[in-house]
C-alpha cells in the first residue's frame, strides 16, 4: 500500500471531461459522484434502458439531496445535465479519464477496453473498476499499457469513501498520478495499491463472504447471522452485503479469487452464493435475492 500523501497527484493535468463505460450499480454512482463534485461525465452503455437505469440512480441521489435542503433544483439540473448518456464511443474524443464498469468478465471487459481506447486523445487515463480481475492481465488487450490502471470504488460509490488506485506492471506514474487526482476531486481517499486479484480490500471481503456460506452449508440461518452481525456492530450483514454487491457479481469475483488464491479461496461444491447465482436470484438489481424487494 502506498500512502498517497499530499502533492503526489500535484503534477498531474486535472480531469476536465471524465467517460464511465456501464451504467448499472456502479456506474450510475460514478456518473453521479464525478457530476456532482464538478467534474463532467459521459455514460456510455450498450442500450437506452440500461443508460435509462443509471440516469434513474442519479435522479434518485440528486432528489434525496433537494429534499434534505443540501442542494436546490436549480443545482440539481445543472448536475444532471453534466451526466451525458451515450451508446456512441464516437462522443469520446476529448475525455481525459475512462473508468470501466461493465460486468466482471475478463473476457468482456478486455474487449470492451480494447474497443475505447482506440477513441481517446493522446495522453488519456484508461481505468477499470473490476473488483477483483487482475490490471496486468486486463492490460495485455492494450495497446498502451502504460495509461491504464484499476481504479477500485466501492458500493455505494456516493458514502463510501476508500478507491483502491492499482498500479499494474506496466502502469505509469502519471496514470497513476491524474487518476488519484481524480479521485480525491470526487471527495474521494485515494489509497495505491499493487495488482492481484482482489487487491487489499477483497482480499478480506471475500474470504469473510465464503466464512458466511460455509456456515449456510452447515445449518445456519442466513437471517439470523445477519443480526449477529448487525450487532457485533457492522452496518450489515453478509447476506444483505451481498445482496446490494449483487449475487452475479460476487459469483463472477469469487471465482477470481478461487483462481488466484487455490489454496485458500477454493472451496468443495456449491456454495450458498452458486445456489442463488443458478437460480437467478441477484440481489437487489433484480428484486430477489437472500431477501426479498417488492
Ligand atoms: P451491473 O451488472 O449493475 O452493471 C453492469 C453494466 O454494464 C450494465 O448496465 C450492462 O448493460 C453494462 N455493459 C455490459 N457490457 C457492456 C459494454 N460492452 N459496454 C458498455 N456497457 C456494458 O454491474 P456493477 O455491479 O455495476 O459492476 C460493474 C463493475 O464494477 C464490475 O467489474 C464489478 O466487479 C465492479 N464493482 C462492483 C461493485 C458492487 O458492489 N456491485 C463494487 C465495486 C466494483
Redesign the pocket.
Known sequence: IKKVSKGFESKAEPVKQAAV?????????VAYQSASKGTPILM????EA??Q??LDEATKLLNKQVTRGRMDTTKMAQVLNSIRPTLNYGDFSNVDLVV??????PN??K??LA?VEGHLPEGAVLT??????SITDLATALKKPENFCGM??????HLMPLVEVIRGEKTSEEAIARTVAYAKAMGKTPIVVNDCPGFLV?RILFPYFGGFSALISDGADFQQVDRVMERFGWPMGPAYLLD???I???H??DAVMAEGFPDRMQHEGENAVDCMFKQER?GQ?NNKGFYRYE
Open positions: 463505460l456501464g451504467a448499472g450499480i456502479m456506474g450510475g454512482g456510455k452503455d450498450i442500450n440500461a443508460l437505469l443509471g470501466e464498469a461493465v460486468v466482471e468478465n468482456v471487459k474487449a470492451v474497443e477499470s473498476n473490476t473488483s477483483t480481475i477500485h470504488f466501492f458500493n455505494p460509490v477483497n446490494v454487491v449483487g452475479d457479481t460476487a463472477h469475483a441477484f438489481k
